[in-house]
């Protein structure tokens, strides 16, 4: 599809702009390098959580959590089984985190200096191969389970952390939710694709073949990455000239991100902006992580479903998710666009949307549920639902500070990963100590660090670029 732009980014009916460029939409190469790193967070993502749904299988049935079933193997050849208690279950789950958690900030920082291409290649890899690594290394122990995670948490938070700044390059103003909405669903896809084909490979092959496979198919797209990736669009060889100009000369308009040899701190620990952004990551980490890792937990615990059926009913929340995150950045650049809200009310629509229908959804499931599937469909929604974020707080730092926008992502996720950790371990030990009401302290404490973060970034969010962030600023680190 063709459609007629002004070169600043506004739409060409209302642009007093005489610099009008024709160029491609969703056929556009921007696009493709768009969908590729839809596929490749896909990967990443379904690498990191196939663990918590083996985990089903993986567990002495007198080791697993409280009121969970181990599923129906026994341990043998294909399906080998552990003692792990609660505790080392969840610090294996978390573990992964910590690796991602140390590269966040330097790789967020460098990658607005270093080619992306490289980091993301080599992250793809590293991480692929320690994948193929844990079958083996749970035959050693727990303990070389651990390290593996943590190995691949580093290698993965490297494409986390350098993808952002992708799109300083690639993406024109008004193309950014759609072009960043696409490439981050694929976080959705890969847990989607994981619980729904998980307890099929358990069955026929085993549980280690689930790491060999995502393994494998995560070494395939480091050579489709390696050969049709440019840092630059400038550079590339097979985009198109018109494409080209387009992009060039919409980015124009923006502040440059280049040479990035100091960094305004004192004036970033004063902005209260900027603060919205990192505890709204803090709080929808702690939630997405909480529902990923433990969905498959409840709903054994709720129905006692074997893995078959279990990955069945959990692939149902990153489904709708990954439908809410695509149509949400759709809408909000439509919105964008055509001028009928403006950009922080955008942010903040979506952002009220991730935050509060997971806490709406979570209470009716734990007070208004009266049946098997209306908890499925609360359980589902609550998980889904936080995927409207990607339209609004998870971009928002490219609105306020587009010179420092990878560093502010490394930061960010790195207080998110914070979050991720405390759930999962917060977790683990909550339904160790009380199987009673174990899920109803989860869900409360979930809502209220989403309802105190969302306050907060109601009050403070901007989208505006804020005076720290500009060129002309001088503040050095």
């Known amino acids: 599809m063709w459609s007629l732009t002004c070169t600043c980014g506004s739409n060409s009916k209302n642009c007093s702009c005489s610099s009008k460029v024709e160029f491609p939409g969703f056929c556009s190469f921007r696009y493709g390098i768009s969908v590729l790193l839809h596929f490749c967070n896909g990967v990443v993502m379904a690498q990191r959580t196939c663990l918590s749904l083996t985990m089903v299988v993986m567990v002495n049935a007198t080791q697993s959590l409280p009121n969970i079933s181990s599923g129906e193997h026994p341990g043998n050849i294909m399906n080998p089984v552990y003692n792990w208690s609660p505790d080392i279950q969840g610090i294996i789950l978390s573990s992964i985190f910590y690796g991602t958690m140390i590269v966040q900030v330097p790789i967020g920082y460098l990658s607005g200096i270093y080619s992306i291409k490289n980091m993301i290649v080599w992250g793809l ?104 990736f440019y840092d630059d669009p400038k550079n590339h060889p097979c985009i198109s000239i018109n494409e080209k100009e387009y992009i060039t000369s919409s980015l124009a308009q923006q502040v440059s991100s280049s040479n990035l040899t100091t960094l305004p701190i004192k004036a970033m620990l004063q902005s209260l902006p900027l603060w919205a952004i ?38 149902l929340a990153p489904l709708f998710a990954y439908i809410i995150s695509i149509l949400g950045g759709q809408i909000a ?109 989860i869900y409360f404490l979930m809502s209220a660090i989403n309802m105190l973060a969302l306050i907060f970034y109601l009050i403070f969010a901007k989208a505006e670029i804020q005076d720290w962030a500009k060129e002309s600023q001088e503040t050095r680190l």
């Open 333 to 441: 650049d439509f919105l964008r666009s055509r001028n009928i809200l403006s950009t922080i009310t955008i942010r903040k629509l979506f952002t009220t949307l991730g935050m509060l229908f997971p806490v709406i959804f979570s209470m009716c499931m734990l007070y208004l549920s009266f049946n098997f599937y209306s908890i499925i469909i609360c359980l589902i929604f609550a998980n889904a639902t936080t995927a409207f974020v990607f339209s609004g707080v998870q971009i928002n730092a490219l609105d306020i500070a587009p010179r420092f926008y990878g560093f502010l992502k490394g930061v960010s996720s790195v207080i998110g990963m914070v979050g991720g950790i405390l759930s999962s371990t917060v977790t683990g030990l909550i339904l160790n100590e009380d199987p009673e009401t174990s899920w109803y302290k």
């Open 278 to 315: 990192f505890l709204c990551n803090f709080a929808n980490i702690w939630t997405s992580n909480f529902t990923l890792m433990y969905t498959p937990i409840l709903i054994n615990s709720i129905a006692h479903v074997n893995m078959r059926e279990n990955g069945l009913l959990s692939s």
């Open 125 to 228: 890899f590293l991480g692929s191969v320690f994948s193929l690594c844990i079958p083996p290394a749970a035959q050693v122990g727990e303990t070389l389970v651990i390290v593996c995670r943590v190995a691949q948490g580093m290698a993965q938070g490297t494409i986390i952390a350098a993808q952002h700044h992708i799109w300083v390059q690639w993406a024109p103003p008004l193309e950014q939710g759609r072009l960043t909405t696409i490439s981050l669903s694929g976080i959705h896809l890969g847990p989607f694709i994981v619980l729904l084909v998980t307890g099929f490979i358990c069955d026929l092959l085993g549980w280690p073949f689930v790491f060999y496979i995502f393994g494998a198919y995560g070494c395939v797209l480091c050579l489709f990455w390696y050969v049709l």
